[in-house]
């Protein structure tokens, strides 16, 4: 079993950033992925970027490119999301997700340890 914990959410202007945290405890190892979804009120969890610890790559959203930053320390079994720029339209549930393979995916049924997620909301 993995637990997640996601941190760092909160309001802020269009054009602000904020900063999630989600840190990793119990059966942790090096050989997994780690991934961002949100998910808004009456729509679909939606895949925002990930991270493999195993081949140190990284995957974006078309949405958020350019905006957001998806990095990890394996020390403290930590991922963060540095968001920028931020828009009214990424206003939403953060959950941080965990899956034991070294590929990336984008689906949400594809990951097996959830987060219990974290709300940001980005005024106009």
């Known amino acids: 079993q993995v637990q997640l914990v996601e941190s760092g959410g909160g309001l802020v202007q269009a054009g602000g950033s904020l900063r999630l945290s989600c840190a990793a405890s119990?059966?942790?190892?090096?050989?997994?992925?780690m991934g961002w979804f949100r998910q808004a009120p009456g729509k679909e969890r939606e895949f925002v970027a990930a991270?493999?610890?195993?081949?140190?790559?990284?995957y974006y959203a078309d949405s958020v490119k350019g905006r957001f930053t998806i990095s990890g320390d394996n020390a403290k079994n930590t991922v963060y999301l540095q968001m920028n720029s931020l828009k009214p339209e990424d206003t939403a549930v953060y959950y941080c997700?965990?899956?034991?393979?070294?590929?990336?995916?984008?689906?949400?049924?594809?990951?097996?340890?959830w987060g219990q997620g974290t709300q940001v909301t980005v005024s106009s």
């Open positions: 997700a965990a899956r034991y393979t070294s590929l990336i995916r984008t689906r949400p049924r594809e990951y097996d340890y």
């Open positions: 119990g059966r942790t190892s090096s050989t997994y992925v």
């Open positions: 991270l493999s610890w195993t081949r140190g790559n990284t």
